[in-house]
């Protein structure tokens, strides 16, 4: 098992203070399906407008890996949520994570993690 933590942040685009982003991500290699613990930050303020979750991206813009957040966490923040079983092409080497919220959907500012393989 391999454990690879990052804090490489791509941006591709500019932020909006408002939107959902992430600050850090831990991505464990567990033989070839992985697992990737995103740290999001959002003033989430109740039903109307939180962070509702997140994506794994592959270089082409292949969606690898969704997390749906199903409620606000308005007095928990920085808060950190995992997705497992994340299947990787040996191929990839790098993937980029975005956060979504309710009212600005996809924020454009990515959090890219390069993956430490054999």
């Known amino acids: 098992i391999g454990i690879i933590t990052t804090a490489l942040l791509s941006y591709s685009g ?7 982003r992430i600050v850090n991500v831990k991505v464990t290699d567990n033989q070839g399906s992985f ?17 509702d979750g997140w994506e ?4 082409t813009g292949d969606v690898l890996g969704k997390r749906v957040l199903a409620h606000p966490h308005v007095n928990e923040q920085p808060f950190t949520r995992s997705l497992s079983g994340v299947q990787i092409p040996q191929s990839v080497n790098t993937v ?3 956060a979504h919220d309710s009212v ?13 393989r054999p």
Do not use: C, M
């Not at 500019?14 to 959902?20: E, G, K, L, N």
């Not at 600005?104 to 390069?114: A, I, L, R």
């Open 35 to 51: 697992r990737f613990d995103v740290t999001l930050e959002h003033a989430d303020t109740g039903w109307d407008h939180y962070a």
């Open 104 to 116: 600005h959907g996809y924020n454009k500012e990515t959090f890219e993690v390069e993956l430490d």
């Open 96 to 98: 980029s994570i975005r």
């Open 56 to 59: 794994v991206i592959s270089p």
């Open 14 to 20: 500019i932020a909006v203070s408002d939107q959902a």
